[in-house]
T-cell receptor, first 114, second 117 residues
Framework: NAGVMQNPRHLVRRRGQEARLRCSPMKGHSHVYWYRQLPEEGLKFMVYLQKENIIDESGMPKERFSAEFPKEGPSILRIQQVVRGDSAAYFC????????????FGEGSRLTVL | AQSVSQHNHHVILSEAASLELGCNYSYGGTVNLFWYVQYPGQHLQLLLKYFSGDPLVKGIKGFEAEFIKSKFSFNLRKPSVQWSDTAEYFCAVNARGSGGGADGLTFGKGTHLIIQP
C-alpha cells in the first residue's frame, strides 16, 4: 500500500521562477495538508484541502502561494515568483478522517531558491 | 488558537540512558495529542497518539507518553535509548472541535535528539 508520494524531492529555482510541488495522498485518503518546515523551526501548517475544495488556508501567505486538489490527480502547491525566503522543506500529509489529527506524511519536497 | 511548546531543542544522551522530552500545549478544550519522529533524511512517522482513555500511551520502539491534563503536558519517555533513536522528535496537538481553524496539527518546534554510542 503506497504511502503519501511527493515529487519532486528536490527542486532548485531562481528568484522569480515558479515552483510546483505535487502530492498524491495515500490510497483511500481524501484529506490533504501542506506544511512548511524551515531550519530550526517546527512544521507550520499552510493549507488543508479535500477533493476540489480548500477547507482551511489560514497558514498560506496571502500572495504568490496557491494550492489545489482536483477531482483527478495529485494535490499541487504552487509558488509563483519565488524568493530566497521560500527555500524550505514542504511536507504533504493525508488522512482518511477529518479532525482526528492523525496524519501520514510524505518524504517532503526540498525547495532551494538561488 | 492552540500552541505547542517543546522545552528542549537539542538533547544529547549516551546509549542506555533514560529519556524524557517535555511537551506542553495551550488550548482549553479537548485535544488529540501526538508524537512524531523524523529520522535523518526521512519523513515524519507517528510514534504514538492519545485520543482518550488511559493517559499513559505506549507507542512503537519502546516509547511511551503520559497525558497530564492538569499540566497541559504530554511528555515522551523511553527507559533506555539506543543509537538508532537519534532523530528529530515533534509533539503535535489537534484541537477537537476548534472550528474554523486548521483541521490539521499544530506542531512544536521539535527536539533534536542525539544518542552517542
Amino acid at each position: 500500500n503506497a504511502g503519501v508520494m511527493q515529487n519532486p524531492r528536490h527542486l532548485v529555482r531562481r528568484r522569480g521562477q515558479e515552483a510546483r510541488l505535487r502530492c498524491s495522498p495515500m490510497k483511500g485518503h481524501s484529506h490533504v495538508y501542506w506544511y512548511r518546515q524551515l531550519p530550526e523551526e517546527g512544521l507550520k501548517f499552510m493549507v488543508y484541502l479535500q477533493k476540489e475544495n480548500i477547507i482551511d488556508e489560514s497558514g498560506m501567505p496571502k500572495e504568490r502561494f496557491s494550492a489545489e486538489f482536483p477531482k483527478e490527480g495529485p494535490s499541487i502547491l504552487r509558488i509563483q515568483q519565488v524568493v530566497r525566503g521560500d527555500s524550505a522543506a514542504y511536507f504533504c500529509a493525508s488522512s482518511g478522517l477529518a479532525n482526528t489529527g492523525e496524519l501520514f506524511f510524505g518524504e517532503g519536497s526540498r525547495l532551494t531558491v538561488l | 488558537a492552540q500552541s505547542v511548546s517543546q522545552h528542549n531543542h537539542h538533547v544529547i544522551l549516551s546509549e542506555a540512558a533514560s529519556l524524557e522530552l517535555g511537551c506542553n500545549y495551550s488550548y482549553g478544550g479537548t485535544v488529540n495529542l501526538f508524537w512524531y519522529v523524523q529520522y535523518p533524511g526521512q519523513h515524519l512517522q507517528l510514534l504514538l497518539k492519545y485520543f482518550s482513555g488511559d493517559p499513559l500511551v505506549k507507542g512503537i520502539k519502546g516509547f511511551e507518553a503520559e497525558f497530564i491534563k492538569s499540566k497541559f503536558s504530554f511528555n515522551l519517555r523511553k527507559p533506555s535509548v539506543q543509537w538508532s533513536d537519534t532523530a528529530e522528535y515533534f509533539c503535535a496537538v489537534n484541537a477537537r472541535g476548534s472550528g474554523g481553524g486548521a483541521d490539521g496539527l499544530t506542531f512544536g518546534k521539535g527536539t533534536h535528539l542525539i544518542i552517542q554510542p
